[in-house]
């Protein structure tokens, strides 16, 4: 059995070997092969003319957007920052070869200065101009094939401007669009075809304020011979850290506005009381109004209910502090009024009565004269 065995798997090896020659011979290519396929694609390639015999035909170009990561969405500069990535794909009449002329190579990787590339831009780009394939977007790479195919993967850091409404703050969806389009070529020279319907996000984190709710691709034709694709971000705001920070604190305090009028006037805290909770209904306000952008079109709900508790909270200090000042001005008229009948009291108790007669009178004379004399003669 032993001896049976080891010419086997001699057999077997031998076999396995001359499967991978007789497949290298068919497949694998050799560096020279790969040069002198180089050296093709570099002489007949024109970076400045697009690769299509017919100058008159347009060239479809497929356009696959991918969300690598959600950074930041500023709410008061209404900026969107993220890091995306593009697929574009195309097909070019020029740069064709057979298969077996180069030792079975059927793509070939080159810098994309070397071949035509389409000239995308995002028009709402803020961070460092429009263009997207500049000399940075160079440094990628562009894949060739035997059959005319292009790949051209590109991507890298992006600041677009996003228009954020606050109406329902911080209960909001926003809508970020990202619009990608042509810089000098025209419809009939260039399409962009997006080659599915929504952006890819299977490769988006979790972010600590923001979910991904949706991100279809649209073609906007409206432009006369200038289409362009539109990528819609629609976000969802997480809401708990604002209902714990700001929104629970607002109901605690306007409950509290309104318990300031059973506090006792005899106490002299009321005033005090309803001044720290219109500071507190202040700094609220000043925090709310540093989150959200300064526009007079969209008003926060959040922000208009704090401000109409701000004014309910002045015009309860306004009513504390009148009725604490009538209070001490009926204290006032009570001390006046009790001292003035105890004058009143004295004065008539001196004074005699107006109501007396005339003999009455001369009585209290005549018995007031005999004391007089008694008290001499004595």
Known sequence: MLLLTKPVA?????????????SCEVQCHSFKDEKRLYTFITEEAEP??????????????????????LKELNAKDQTLKTSMALFLWWKQDLLRWNESDFGGADKI???????????IIFHNRIDYGQTLSNDADKSFKVTLFADGRVVWII?????????VDVSWYPFDNQTCIVEISKMSLSDREMQLIPAEEFVLTEAVGSNSEWTIHDSPIY???????KS??????????????????TIIPVFILSFMNVLSFKIPLQSGERISYSVSLFL??????????????????????????VTLQLAFGAVVTSLSIALVKVSFAEKDNK???????????????KTCDCNESEEERNRKRNDGAQGMILGLSR
Request: aromatic letters at 6%; proline letters at 4%.
């Open 155 to 163: 991507g890298g850091q992006l600041e677009t401007s996003c228009t």
């Open 228 to 245: 362009y694709l539109e990528v819609h971000i629609v976000l969802t705001r997480k809401p708990l850290s604002y209902i714990i920070n």
């Open 10 to 22: 001699i057999i077997s090896r031998l076999c396995l070997v001359a499967f991978l020659f007789i």
């Open 48 to 69: 400045g003319i697009r690769p299509v015999l017919d100058q008159t035909r347009s060239i479809n170009i497929s356009v696959l957007p991918a969300l690598i990561e």
């Open 280 to 305: 507190s209904f202040m700094v609220l306000l000043t925090m709310i109004s540093d989150s959200i952008p300064n526009v007079s079109s969209q008003v926060s709900m959040l922000q208009l209910f």
């Open 109 to 119: 990787t080159l810098n994309s200065r070397q071949v035509w590339t389409p000239d």
């Open 219 to 225: 073609r906007n034709d409206h432009h006369a011979d």
């Open 335 to 349: 001390k006046s009024s009790k001292g003035c009948l105890k004058e009143l009291c004295t004065m008539k108790s």
